[in-house]
């Protein structure tokens, strides 16, 4: 099996990485041999392009002629992408916007920490990308972690089930975001929107599609083709999505203990 090409956090060397994420002086340089610039200004500048033409576009020598740095200076910084990458979505995690839902009842906590995962992917869509089985344990995802969790007090789960629920809710609202992202991209390389090319798409499909035969795809496809304008709408699909999850997890949370 060819393995699909993802890229992934914790690719690079663990613990040169970890210092990095922590700014392990015995790593980072106090003052960089290029004036002015800081390990700091190094992942915002590539972080911006990341969100300006994504992650493919992230090269050592792109990120340098954005700091006006020769791209040899920057390997005093980081040694690659992969630590690169990882610092990256450390500072992302480190930036989000996170409310305080302490009190609410906990489909509403649940659903603020899936709504504040979702505008991180809107403001960074190259994150949702990235495959994150091995985290980047630095302290902004340590802090979005603590965070999270915080969702789940005094409902009773055992450690591991609080675990398992946040992972269950964080892989549902990272596959919605790629749809999303994939929807965009769909709309943005083909000069269509989706409304254009079913108006392209429909009339050959109405002559080789025979209903008698797929009554249940003409007839539901229809149906949510009209309701939703498309064949797909990642709005829709995040709420209904959602309540489907949150609903799952009841079977957890509101079970005896």
């Known amino acids: 099996m060819i393995p699909v090409p993802i890229e992934r956090s914790s690719a690079g060397d663990p613990a040169r990485t970890l210092a990095l994420l922590w700014r392990d002086p015995s790593v980072v340089p106090r003052r960089g041999p290029s004036r002015g610039l800081s390990l700091d200004a190094v992942v915002d500048a590539a972080t911006e392009?990341?969100?300006?033409?994504?992650?493919?576009?992230?090269t050592m020598r792109r990120v340098a002629e954005a700091v006006?740095?020769?791209?040899?200076?920057?390997?005093t910084y980081v040694r690659g992408k992969a630590e690169l990458?990882?610092?990256?979505?450390?500072a992302t995690y480190a930036r989000m916007r996170r409310a305080d839902t302490a009190g609410e009842p906990w489909r509403?906590?649940?659903?603020?920490?899936a709504e504040e995962n979702r505008a991180l992917y809107d403001a960074h869509p190259w994150a949702a990308g990235v495959s994150t089985l091995r985290p980047p344990l630095g302290p902004g995802l340590v802090a979005k972690y603590e965070h999270e969790l915080a969702a789940f007090d005094g409902l009773g789960l055992t450690d591991v089930d609080r675990d398992d629920c946040l992972t269950y809710l964080l892989a549902f609202v990272q596959a919605n975001a790629r749809a999303r992202i994939e929807?965009?991209?769909?709309?943005?390389?083909?000069?269509m929107n989706d409304e254009q090319w079913w108006a392209a798409a429909g009339p050959l499909l109405s002559r080789v599609l025979d209903p008698q035969t797929y009554p249940l795809a003409t007839?539901?496809?229809?149906?949510?083709?009209?309701?939703?304008?498309?064949?797909?709408?990642p709005d829709h699909a995040f709420a209904f999505g959602l309540a489907r999850v949150l609903d799952g997890l009841a079977a957890v949370i509101d079970r005896p203990s």
């Open 219 to 233: 007839r539901v496809g229809s149906a949510a083709g009209a309701a939703h304008g498309s064949a797909h709408d």
């Open 49 to 58: 392009l990341a969100d300006e033409e994504g992650l493919a576009a992230v």
């Open 183 to 191: 929807a965009r991209a769909a709309a943005s390389e083909s000069a």
């Open 85 to 90: 990458l990882d610092l990256m979505l450390d």
């Open 68 to 75: 006006g740095a020769a791209p040899m200076t920057l390997y």
């Open 108 to 113: 509403r906590r649940l659903t603020a920490v």
